[in-house]
């Protein structure tokens, strides 16, 4: 098991300063019923916790560089957490709609993303990728991407999980 309980990703070498050796993506999904890799979110992660630390009040700690998101399958819409906002580099509560979001991600890393989203929706399975973004601010960075369904009535209806700079 690898970082945080999730399944291990094959490419975290970085050289010196914390720089990505390799420009390719990782990603990795497994079956929700698998229960030895399977994890809950909710566990690694509290929004509320998240939300609850004032930015301001931490300095330059107090960027956040993790939050929780949520998009809904019958309308694409999406919800945010701060932290995702802070991520991208877009106002907290702006209004985003998930085609422009999608412009954030290098090609690379926005195909390998849409490739796990589709298996996710169409297999019930949660995924994991790294994933390059350009935010808002221009400044390219890594961000771990952790997603699974939401089914009910055995039908996905929602994806949701956490968004991470690394």
């Known amino acids: 098991m690898g970082v945080h309980g999730l399944p291990p990703t094959e490419d975290r070498l970085r050289g010196s ?8 993506c990782t990603s990795q999904s497994w079956p929700l019923a698998e229960k030895e890799r399977h994890f809950d979110l ?17 300095g330059e700690l107090g960027v956040s560089h993790a939050g929780c998101w949520e998009c809904d399958l019958s309308d694409e819409s999406l919800f945010w957490s701060g932290g ?13 709609a998930r085609n422009d979001v999608l412009a954030f991600y290098a090609e690379h890393s926005r195909s390998a993303m849409e490739r796990l989203r589709r298996d996710a929706i169409r297999k019930g399975r949660g995924f994991t990728i790294d994933a390059e973004i350009r935010p808002a601010s221009g400044e390219g ?5 952790i997603g699974m369904p939401v089914c009910e009535a055995g039908r996905p209806v929602r994806l949701h999980g956490l968004k991470l700079i690394i």
């Not at 909710?42 to 931490?58: I, M, R």
């Not at 991208?88 to 509560?93: A, C, E, I, K, S």
């Not at 960075?141 to 991407?145: C, T, V, Y």
């Open 42 to 58: 909710g566990s690694l992660l509290s929004c509320a916790a998240v939300e609850a630390v004032v930015p301001v009040a931490l």
């Open 141 to 145: 960075r890594w961000m771990r991407l």
């Open 84 to 96: 995702v906002y802070d991520i991208f580099g877009l106002p907290r509560g702006a209004k985003i």
């Open 17 to 24: 300063g914390g720089a990505r050796r390799s420009s390719l």
